[in-house]
């Protein structure tokens, strides 16, 4: 009973910040209709900004965490204000875009982690932070600080979408963008802003994640796969789908790894292909 | 009044063809080395962008397995040749690789585009898993030894795959399963209403454009002694003939070739200059040629051509 336990409690940790990987990659393609293939990698940059900062200035990851966000954030709305919507303005149609944008996402999928690369190096590193377990019931602190931190942040986002101009606004663009912006939404910058809270959670997720899991610049492609996975299972588009497929996954995720650690994405792969087979729509789906 | 078959532009064309197809039937006896591996690598990309726009082009489904489908006929490769004569080996990496093709579409191709390509996507780094997973639980190796053949029979074997792929990518444009794929590319619902089987001309288009992924494959194990399922089923390999097709055009089977040429000399060319940044770089050029050049080489020609033709006609 107590291994079925912690199989549970610590895959709820994980899933807490799948489930955040997963509502920025949702976001960006539900309203800015960009399959980002590159999500991962700005993952594994909030990580090495966190580890970074720490092993310079001896920066709280706590800290670094909403550096890591902010500056993530910065990037994606600079990336679709240029790039992105220079490619929907040059687009015949919706899917040609779709397209394209995954193509440059490719194109920044390799930018992001050679540069990386560079800067950092290939091999792999640890974040020492809170490196101890809550003694009643076993559990890395690091991980309840995790999971408090996703809790915290996508409550906030929930209300931002629920309850503010802007939300609504960007509740409105991934309904029907044309008919939003003849409502006056300034489309451009809702979809900018958008993409860049997309990124930003991978910014901000992989500033959580360094801090429980090994980091390498290498380790993009895998969150990309997980997000895909997640928002498979949740619904495309849905939020409330991510946050609940994030834990799904997270908790398969713990249960295989405890019987067989190197399965653990195979596992992922026969979810995916049979909730696909069952329903396509996700969990949330419409 | 229709036009007549023969053409003046017909005939020309055809003519060119001819050559082209002398030249490169030929060019193993008076060249080898540097050049016949580089013309070798033009065909191999080209018979990927082709075979990806066999399927992809009409339908808008942008597939991202061709990395599946190319890394398999590697390990058939690396399995079979040697105690299986080298033409059946090409054969065999076809057929197997239709009937993962099969197995795949009909999981997926039910689904509209975007959980297609997600699905694609992810499928690549499945066989990889599965096949490392398989190597250390079963065989306890990493990679494989492939038997070689020599440049001069790996050249013919890639001559006749690309012929093979251009062709069928031809005949199935002009056939009827072509005109259905348009129709489905268009209006699926409509194309459905109007008697067509959508799932099964989608499934069966799909895995018949895998086979050529998969015999390119094949043959170009046989050019390396080792394979791991890292270079078997790298995922560039599957955003490359998306790349290659959408900057040719797709318009005609020449887009993805001029795409596939012009692409594959480029990423030579920084490979050799620039070893450490070729990614970088590569990227980089990706995300400029994306962002610039909206219409594609053959958009970029054509408004060339209106310059350079001047006043003497309205654009169209």
């Not at chain 2, 065999?92 to 690789?97: E, F, K, Q, V």
């Not at chain 2, 990423?267 to 040629?289: E, R, S, W």
Request: proline fraction near 3%.
């Amino acid at each position: 009973m107590v291994v079925v336990r912690d199989i549970i409690i610590t895959g709820l940790l994980l899933g807490g910040i799948f489930a955040l990987v997963s509502v920025g990659f949702s976001l960006q393609y539900g309203v800015g209709r960009v399959l980002n293939v590159s999500h991962g990698e700005f993952i594994m940059l909030g990580s090495f900004i966190t580890f970074w900062l720490l092993g310079s200035a001896n920066i709280n990851p706590l800290v670094s965490m909403l550096v890591s966000g902010v500056f993530v954030f910065a990037i994606g709305w600079f990336l679709y204000a240029t790039l992105f919507r220079r490619l929907m303005d040059t687009s015949p149609s919706i899917e040609a875009f779709e397209g394209k944008s995954m193509l440059a996402a490719f194109g920044l999928l390799y930018v992001v982690q050679n540069l990386a690369r560079i800067i950092w190096g290939s091999q792999t590193q640890n974040v020492i932070f809170l490196n101890r377990t809550v003694t009643a019931a076993q559990i890395p602190l690091n991980r309840l600080v995790a999971l408090g931190v996703v809790i915290v942040i996508s409550a906030l986002f929930y209300l931002f979408l629920a309850r503010t101009r802007m939300g609504k606004a960007i509740r409105a663009a991934g309904q029907d963008p044309t008919t939003a912006g003849l409502m006056g939404v300034n489309i451009h910058g809702v979809l900018a802003i958008c993409f860049g809270l997309g990124l930003g959670m991978a910014g901000v997720a992989g500033s959580l994640i360094s801090t429980v899991y090994a980091i390498s610049t290498s380790m993009g492609l895998q969150y990309t796969v997980i997000a895909m996975i997640v928002v498979v299972l949740g619904g495309l588009g849905s939020v409330t789908g991510a946050m609940i497929g994030g834990l799904v996954l997270g908790v398969v995720s713990q249960l295989v790894t405890y019987f067989q650690p190197t399965m653990t994405f195979i596992a992922y792969y026969a979810i995916f292909i049979v909730l696909l087979l069952v329903r396509p729509k996700g969990i949330m789906g419409k | 009044m229709k036009t007549t078959t023969f053409s003046k532009t017909r005939i020309v064309s055809l003519a060119v063809l001819a050559v082209i197809f002398v030249a490169l039937a030929l060019l193993p006896t008076i060249t080898e080395g540097y050049w016949l591996t580089r013309i070798s690598d033009y065909m191999r990309y080209a018979i990927l962008a082709v075979a990806w726009v066999i399927f992809s082009g009409p339908t808008g489904y942008m597939s991202l397995a061709t990395a599946a489908f190319y890394g398999l006929g590697f390990y058939i490769a690396a399995i079979a040749n040697g105690p299986v004569p080298f033409v059946a080996v090409i054969i065999i990496a076809g057929i197997a690789s239709f009937v993962v093709a099969l197995g795949i579409g009909a999981l997926t191709l039910r689904l509209r585009g975007v959980y297609f390509t997600m699905f694609t996507f992810a499928v690549v780094l499945l066989i990889n898993n599965v096949v490392l997973e398989v190597e250390r639980l079963v065989t306890g190796t990493r990679g494989r030894f492939v038997e070689t053949e020599t440049q001069a029979v790996a050249y013919y074997a890639m001559f006749a795959v690309a012929i093979i792929t251009l062709v069928s990518a031809y005949m199935i444009r002009r056939s009827r399963h072509g005109l259905a794929l348009q129709s489905i590319g268009e209006y699926e619902e409509a194309a459905a209403h109007s008697g067509i089987n959508v799932v099964r001309t989608k499934v069966i288009i799909f895995a018949t454009s895998s086979v050529f992924m998969a015999m390119a494959g094949a043959i170009i194990a046989t050019r390396r002694t080792y394979i791991d399922p890292g270079i078997a089923f790298n995922m560039t390999t599957s955003f490359l003939p998306v790349l290659m097709a959408m900057f040719g055009g797709m318009g005609n089977l020449f887009g993805p070739v001029i795409g596939a040429v012009v692409f594959t000399e480029l990423g030579d060319q920084l490979l050799t200059k620039f070893p450490d940044l070729y990614m970088l770089i590569f990227g980089l050029v990706l995300i400029l040629a994306i962002t610039f050049m909206p219409n594609g080489i053959l958009g970029l020609g054509q408004q060339v051509w209106r310059k350079m033709r001047g006043g003497r006609r309205a654009p169209a």
